[in-house]
């Protein structure tokens, strides 16, 4: 972005006002656009140091908090937006009045950069792609449909009911996680506390042993002696590796597909990563075939929605089949995702020319597996969690009592 300063005249008074834009033209529909007197002339210019730092402290903060929108404030606007779209409120108005009614920051920044792209000429799936992060694939897809067909105010309420759906099923999760989740940082803390605290109480017993200790003692005492002398040291150089980890993940595609590879491979984890992902694609889908949109563009939308690039590869190959005149049947078949019912419920679907209500039966069936994943999972953990406890609990018994039981021989003679 280029540094330009428009001089206007208000009121018989000449002003200046700083602005960036990506060129001349730009900035001259943006001095118009911020300011009501006559605009005399735009020229680009040297941006001042103090607006260097503060643009600077600005993008800073921004990419590290990313504006994350929250959920319910999200659906709440989506809703507001169909609502008001449907009463004939062009986007522009509605954009700013949810902008200035609603107390979510993020939300009120995204919706007020939306209404001057849309007041720019731009439209509003052009105006969304800056701002995908906050707004989430399934919006944007959703936005795209209504534009498509004419029926915005429709494709608002549809995501609209597919973000509560989706925001539903995070809210289970989270409660099925919690027990376990609470369980485990209890467990961690207890145990943090002994090595800490209890352990060193009979270090200088065992070192007067002055004999080979038992594994488990030697582990104790390591972890001891990491956490008394190292911790803050393995506490940053932890925190370091998930930043550093987490970066690379961002900037790097082929070190997030191997990542995202290696989650569908993990116990639990896998399922739950392919029937949130297949659940959210068929449900799209149907919604777009019901709208009219042809296969190959459903299919489009649908897998740009995705967020696992593994799942996302296999199911792309789905739309080169169909472009290449295969059918929807068969390129679903090839990718190796979906079980032989659901196949031969789509091939039905596209041999009777009922492919819209076959394609939401499937979404339905999907969205049963999920919801069935998601309440099994405390169940499912529990074994993991108590053999994770079971071994916590045997090291530290077997990492004090053996050298004390050595000890107590040794006084008997024996």
């Excluded at 990419?63 to 409120?89: F, H």
């Excluded at 590796?241 to 491979?265: P, V």
Aim: charged residues 20%; positive net charge; proline residues 3%.
């Amino acid at each position: 972005m280029k540094y330009f300063v428009a001089t206007v005249l208000t009121k018989g008074k000449k002003e200046q006002f700083p602005l960036y834009a990506k060129d001349r033209k730009e900035a001259n529909d943006y001095a118009k656009l911020k300011n009501t007197g006559i605009i005399i002339k735009v020229v680009e210019s040297t941006e001042p140091m103090d607006a260097r730092l503060k643009r600077f402290k600005s993008n800073f903060l921004q990419n590290i908090k990313k504006r994350k929108i929250k959920p319910d404030a999200l659906i709440a606007s989506i809703r507001q937006l169909a609502v008001m779209t449907n009463a004939g409120i062009s986007i522009h108005d509605s954009l700013n009045e949810i902008a200035k009614s609603t107390e979510d920051h993020s939300l009120k920044y995204v919706f007020s950069k939306l209404a001057d792209d849309i007041n720019s000429g731009h439209s509003l799936s052009a105006s969304m792609e800056n701002f995908r992060f906050e707004l989430g694939n399934l919006t944007i897809a959703m936005v795209q449909l209504g534009e498509k067909t004419g029926n915005l105010d429709d494709a608002l309420y549809s995501l609209a009911n597919m973000l509560e759906e989706i925001r539903s099923n995070v809210i289970k999760f989270k409660k099925a996680m919690a027990y376990p989740r609470n369980v485990m940082i209890a467990m961690a803390i207890a145990f943090t506390v002994l090595i800490s605290y209890v352990v060193p109480q009979f270090k200088g017993i065992f070192e007067e042993l002055n004999a080979e200790l038992p594994l488990p003692t030697q582990i104790l005492l390591t972890l001891e002696n990491l956490f008394n002398n190292y911790g803050p040291y393995v506490l940053a150089a932890l925190f370091i590796s998930f930043m550093i980890f987490k970066y690379l993940i961002s900037h790097y595609r082929h070190i997030r597909f191997g990542w995202h590879e290696t989650l569908l491979k993990i116990y639990l984890i896998n399922n739950l990563i392919k029937f949130a992902t297949l659940s959210r694609f068929t449900l799209v889908f149907s919604e777009l075939i019901k709208a009219g949109i042809p296969i190959a563009e459903a299919l489009d939308t649908s897998i740009s929605m995705i967020d696992s690039l593994p799942l996302k590869s296999k199911l792309s190959s789905v739309r080169v089949t169909v472009e290449k005149g295969g059918t929807l049947n068969k390129g679903l078949k090839e990718t190796g995702l979906f079980e032989n019912m659901i196949i031969q419920m789509i091939r039905a679907g596209e041999d009777s020319g009922t492919l819209d209500t076959m394609s939401g039966k499937v979404a339905e069936y999907f969205k049963m597996r999920f919801d069935a994943i998601i309440d099994g999972l405390s169940e499912a953990i529990e074994p993991i969690m108590l053999l994770i406890i079971a071994s916590m609990v045997i090291l530290l018994a077997l990492g004090i009592f053996l050298p004390m039981w050595d000890m107590g021989n040794a006084v008997q003679g024996r």
